[in-house]
């Protein structure tokens, strides 16, 4: 994430410019890329905490959020929530969607993916924030590498578990499904050094 101290990303916003710099970008507490992240500080109760993403043209449903978040601290926990707005300078009109995130001082040292989907929202908003819900005034967290995305149809399986039995020609990997009707997966592998697949990357084994 690339922004000036504590100034927010180009387009984004914070319901009350007037009363707080948080969030606000910052590169002291650590970040997934770049030289700057996203960062949380304190709670509703000394500040709004809400940063507001730019407005999505045709409205929030069918997307998908996807962050990295981090929780820098050796002594407090932190948490936020994801939600939106149907406006951007009243923080009343947030709405949470999905669970809120806990992220623990004992977590400090690496960042943590998450994703959020918006489908089927009421009204179809145009806003998406994230919002701190730390309970400790003294709580801090950073947010880096804010993606938003078209929901995909064919999602990710979940708990892939390390992979076991490796032999010459052979190897054994397990997964759980994410969603319903899913009985066919696409695996892709290759041998050092790794290349990440992309949407065009032919599958190694198709169909499993």
């Not at 918006?118 to 994230?130: C, H, K, L, R, S």
Request: hydrophobic share 25%; aromatic share 14%; net charge negative.
């Amino acid at each position: 994430m690339g922004a000036g101290s504590y100034k927010l990303p180009t387009c984004w916003s914070r319901p009350d410019e007037t009363s707080t710099s948080y969030p606000g970008a910052n590169s002291s507490y650590g970040h997934n890329s770049s030289s700057y992240s996203l960062y949380f500080y304190g709670t509703a109760t000394s500040t709004l905490q809400i940063a507001v993403l730019p407005e999505i043209e045709g409205g929030v449903n069918g997307k998908r959020l996807a962050l990295y978040a981090r929780n820098p601290s050796y002594y407090y926990n932190a948490s936020f929530v994801v939600g939106y707005m149907t406006d951007p300078t009243d923080a009343s009109t947030f709405t949470q969607v999905g669970d809120p995130i806990s992220l623990s001082s004992s977590t400090s040292y690496g960042s943590e993916h998450y994703e959020f989907d918006f489908d089927n929202i009421t009204g179809n908003p145009q806003y998406i924030a994230i919002k701190s819900t730390s309970t400790s005034s003294s709580s801090y967290f950073v947010i880096d590498d804010v993606e938003l995305k078209t929901i995909p149809t064919c999602f990710r399986p979940t708990m892939v578990t390390s992979v076991t039995d490796i032999a010459a020609t052979t190897a054994k990997v397990s997964w759980t499904p994410n969603g319903t009707n899913q009985d066919h997966w696409d695996v892709y592998y290759c041998t050092s050094p790794y290349t990440a697949p992309t949407a065009t990357t032919t599958p190694s084994v198709e169909k499993l």
